[in-house]
């Protein structure tokens, strides 16, 4: 797990120097970025870690871990998305404006759109209605607060500036799937004002990470912000035999099941339970001591496992949402 640290602690560094100027508080002194917000710049604060997803039978058991770019970098976030979609947040999903000492949060406040926008488009026509609406929403939150950076980044450009893992069931019965929705920037200098960039925020990318191509494995799946992150995934750990997780699955006759499961390319056949209680189990063992959550998510509702440290709050109401959809104020499991 610690391979590579030298060149993830140059990545961290480089990071560092690149967003010295403007996007990310935490990266600068305390001093440059009070200085930053007197001047009127927004700031903005980047969420890192590992998402990790199992569909199992019948249920989806998702993680998140947070690995902090920085000291006070903050951890990814879950949310509610719709009645059948919940999503995770990487990168810039926190926003500091010096004229409001609240700062503005991509997770909070998230209003619920039922119809298309006719006023955009993504840069696939292969993503379902559904999904682009989705896109679109964070498209919109996100735009206004992007168009404020003056100051020139160095991101790279197929770097997304924020990212949204999208976890949950599509329409017309088409069953569980994964989807990494990613936003990007283009700058452009103007050069009769001096050191000033116009910040203009692209079309989201819409990925899809399940279900698989037909006759493809179905494993697990994991998705990492930054994507320099260093170490392997969980599941090369399971095919590595990890002495752990190898001590864990043999340990535990439904867990050796799951772990079996995994291998052989079939995650889907896995019971719900155990395969939350074996996520549930090695989550300690790869996690480092980092914080993380887990939760499950099915057709007929959501379940904190392991809740955030911080409480949800209560969500925008929707007239239309039926009763029984899924929402993240569900029951917590004891």
Same mark, same amino acid.
């Given at each position: 797990?610690?391979?590579?640290?030298?060149?993830?602690?140059?990545?961290?560094?480089?990071?560092?120097?690149?967003?010295?100027?403007?996007?990310?508080? $935490?990266?600068?002194?305390?001093?440059?970025? *009070?200085?930053?917000?007197?001047?009127?710049?927004?700031?903005?604060?980047?969420?890192?870690?590992?998402?990790?997803?199992?569909?199992?039978?019948?249920?989806?058991?998702? $993680?998140?871990?947070?690995?902090?770019?920085?000291?006070?970098s903050i951890p990814p976030r879950a949310m509610n998305i719709d009645s059948t979609h919940i999503g995770i947040l990487l990168g810039a999903s926190e926003w500091r404006i010096p004229?409001?000492?609240?700062?503005?949060?991509?997770?909070?406040? #998230?209003?619920?759109?039922?119809?298309?926008?006719?006023?955009?488009?993504?840069?696939?026509? *292969?993503?379902?209605?559904?999904?682009?609406?989705?896109?679109? $929403?964070?498209?919109?939150?996100?735009? +206004?607060?992007?168009?404020?950076?003056?100051?020139?980044?160095?991101?790279?450009?197929?770097?997304?500036?924020?990212?949204?893992?999208?976890?949950?069931?599509?329409?017309?019965?088409?069953?569980?799937?994964?989807?990494?929705?990613?936003?990007?920037?283009?700058?452009?200098?103007?050069?009769?004002?001096?050191?000033?960039?116009?910040?203009?925020?692209?079309?989201?990318?819409?990925?899809?990470?399940?279900?698989?191509?037909?006759?493809? +494995?179905?494993?697990?799946?994991?998705?990492?912000?930054?994507?320099?992150?260093?170490?392997?995934?969980?599941? *090369?750990?399971?095919?590595?035999?990890?002495?752990?997780?190898?001590?864990?699955?043999?340990?535990?006759?439904? #867990?050796?099941?799951?772990?079996?499961?995994?291998?052989?390319?079939?995650?889907?056949?896995?019971?719900? *339970?155990?395969?939350?209680?074996?996520?549930?189990?090695?989550?300690?063992?790869?996690?480092?001591?980092?914080?993380? #959550?887990?939760?499950?998510?099915?057709?007929?509702?959501?379940?904190?496992?392991?809740? +955030?440290?911080?409480?949800?709050?209560?969500?925008?109401?929707?007239?239309?949402? +039926?009763?029984?959809?899924?929402?993240?104020?569900?029951?917590?499991?004891?």
């Open positions: 797990m610690k391979t590579g640290a030298t060149n993830h602690q140059r990545r961290n560094r480089k990071l560092r120097l690149c967003l010295l100027s403007l996007i990310c508080a $935490a990266f600068v002194p305390a001093a440059i970025a *009070q200085d930053r917000e007197r001047a009127g710049e927004i700031v903005a604060n980047l969420a890192g870690g590992r998402v990790i997803v199992h569909v199992a039978h019948d249920a989806i058991i998702f $993680a998140a871990i947070d690995q902090p770019i920085e000291t006070n004229a409001d000492p609240k700062p503005v949060r991509l997770d909070k406040d #998230f209003p619920h759109v039922s119809v298309k926008n006719p006023n955009y488009a993504v840069d696939t026509d *292969q993503v379902e209605p559904d999904l682009e609406t989705i896109g679109v $929403a964070f498209l919109e939150r996100l735009r +206004p607060l992007v168009s404020q950076l003056r100051h020139k980044i160095e991101f790279k450009p197929d770097e997304a500036l924020f990212e949204v893992v999208v976890i949950g069931y599509a329409p017309a019965d088409y069953g569980p799937e994964v989807w990494t929705i990613e936003y990007r920037i283009q700058q452009e200098e103007i050069a009769t004002r001096g050191d000033f960039w116009q910040t203009r925020l692209l079309r989201p990318r819409f990925t899809q990470l399940y279900p698989p191509d037909k006759k493809a +494995p179905k494993t697990l799946v994991e998705i990492r912000y930054p994507d320099t992150i260093q170490g392997p995934t969980l599941l *090369q750990l399971i095919e590595g035999n990890e002495p752990d997780l190898d001590k864990l699955s043999r340990g535990e006759p439904r #867990f050796s099941k799951v772990v079996e499961n995994i291998d052989r390319g079939q995650a889907s056949k896995s019971g719900p *339970q155990d395969a939350t209680d074996f996520l549930r189990a090695a989550l300690p063992i790869i996690s480092e001591k980092s914080k993380f #959550f887990l939760g499950t998510v099915t057709e007929r509702g959501f379940n904190w496992v392991v809740p +955030p440290d911080e409480p949800l709050e209560k969500a925008q109401e929707d007239k239309n949402r +039926p009763p029984e959809a899924p929402s993240l104020r569900g029951k917590i499991k004891p």
